[in-house]
């Protein structure tokens, strides 16, 4: 087994009435980059506030390195590096000044500063006052800041949010590249499927405060639901047909027809199909058992079904 | 500790800190030299310190504190720093006293910049008006502990203005306490019950009545150091999310 980094223990976050987690159980291992997934309001951000120990949960348990953060709210933290939300930044020094803030704060080497600076390729706007920096160069900046006492954790809250393309697909490279230049286990939320599938290792699906997933990509895709599309004519000649074998409702994509019942398709029964539709004297084009793409998925999971729009 | 105290006064590098600071000794320096240059002075020395140290006492200080605390907090409020600052593996009560150590820093040179500037102000209106004379001489020691106990006796105030300034986002709610407790001490000045008014604790120093001046040094001093050591538990304490 893989040593966890860190894990949230049955963690449950109230805002007044409203439960922004319920009974969350997560466990981010060593050296993975784990997409933290999630619809707007889901509870990633509160997650996070509380695996920082800005909340604190009415009830569950949270460690860190080993070591639990209420009790050991220091050495916990010690081995981690953040950027919640939008990076915040004070606007008023330099980039440089505001890293000196933190490393002064944590008592760490002055070196540390443009070993940080270099990793997020910031060294030459360093000097100038973060006020005047785009939102792309503050999430750099902050993320500096994460990475500047070579943290084992760094946890990411949607680090593309406002980005543009441009700007998204640099952060997401740099992302790519730092377990291996670091050596830190990235933990990183996002409300974007493809940037997970992209990014990460591991995965977990929040929704509503509740867990619906906690794994590896893998074992997510493995999750995933067959369907079989059919292209046949005359399509209501085939319509009736796969009626007739048990299928209420497929759904029409032009001249296709598409069956997603996932316990029922099977090779065997595509076989079986293609007999019964050659049978009835439709001419098939096209019959084609494929696994739904991670978004189906997702959308299924999060409940979200034959989105027909 | 140091190194929280040092990264905490970087934060207010390149901020509006040196006007709000500057403010009360200009405005000490011009009025003290408008009103002795045109022979308006006190007749004596100790008249014209005491008259600058009211002045300071009854309205400058506690705008200087409204200014000051709602600054330093806003430098963490303004950009929403403080999930970074009270994320790091550093005892937030340091942090916390970090700040109101800042804070009593700044109060202390505007304290001292506000009583030169009133000496200052004196020499200059001498020289500039014809034939204005102050009888007697300066007394420094005077000046020095009329300015040092009411800053002690002042305190109370700067606790509670500072408790504010960190606890609330928005600046509306220190500023109005505190517009709120200067009107009051104006308003009330003489009262009875004024003694244990936190906003006239400053203003007592200068009373007549050392008992009533005694009192107002040590409620406004002993509840300033109370009232700052639970803010800064509680703040340490509570969820900041
Ligand atoms: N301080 C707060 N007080 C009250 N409710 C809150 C607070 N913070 C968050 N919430 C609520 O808790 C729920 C989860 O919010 P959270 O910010 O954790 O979601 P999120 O997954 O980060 O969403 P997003 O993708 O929009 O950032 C939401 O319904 C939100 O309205
Ligand atoms: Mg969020």
Known sequence: MTDTVLSLHQVTQRYGKLTALDAVDLAIPAGAIYGFLGPNGAGKTTAIRCAMGLLRPQAGRIEIGGHDLTRNRRQALASVGAVIETPALFPNLTGRENLDVTRRMLGIAPALIDRALELVDMREAADRRVGQYSLGMKQRMGLARALLAEPKLLILDEPTNGLDPAGIRDMRSLIRALPERTGATIFMSSHLLSEIEQLATHVGLLQHGRVLFDGTLDALSRQQTPRLIITAAPVAQAEQVLRSAGFADPIHEGERLILTDPGAITPERAASFNAALHEAGCRVSELRLERADLETTFMTLTGHTGDAA | ?241
């Open chain 2, 1 to 241: 500790m140091i190194n929280v105290l040092i990264a905490e006064a970087t934060k207010l590098r390149r901020s509006l800190v040196l006007l709000v600071a500057a403010t009360p000794p200009v405005m000490v320096f011009a009025l003290g030299v408008l009103i002795v240059a045109s022979g308006n002075a006190p007749p004596e020395w100790t008249m014209h310190t005491m008259a600058g140290a009211a002045i300071w006492a009854f309205f400058l200080l506690p705008m200087s504190v409204i200014g000051l605390t709602a600054l330093i907090a806003q430098l963490e409020h303004g950009p929403d720093t403080w999930s970074h600052t009270l994320a790091l593996p550093v005892p937030r009560w340091q942090i916390f006293l970090a700040k109101a150590l800042v804070a009593l820093g700044l109060m202390a040179v505007v304290s001292l910049a506000v009583a030169f500037a009133s000496w200052a102000s004196a020499l200059v209106g001498l020289q500039l008006g014809d034939d204005v004379v102050i009888a007697g001489r300066f007394d420094p020691m005077l000046a020095l502990r009329l300015y040092g106990w009411m800053f002690v006796a002042g305190l109370l105030v700067m606790a509670i203005q500072w408790t504010l300034a960190m606890r609330f986002r928005s600046f509306a709610a220190p500023v109005s306490v505190g517009i709120g407790g200067t009107f009051v001490a104006v308003a009330a000045t003489s009262a009875e019950k004024g003694l244990y008014f936190p906003w006239l604790m400053p203003v007592n120093v200068l009373a007549s009545d050392d008992g009533r001046s005694d009192m107002a040094i040590m409620m406004g001093g002993i509840g300033g150091l109370i009232v700052f050591g639970l803010a800064i538990i509680w703040l340490s304490r509570r969820d900041w999310g």
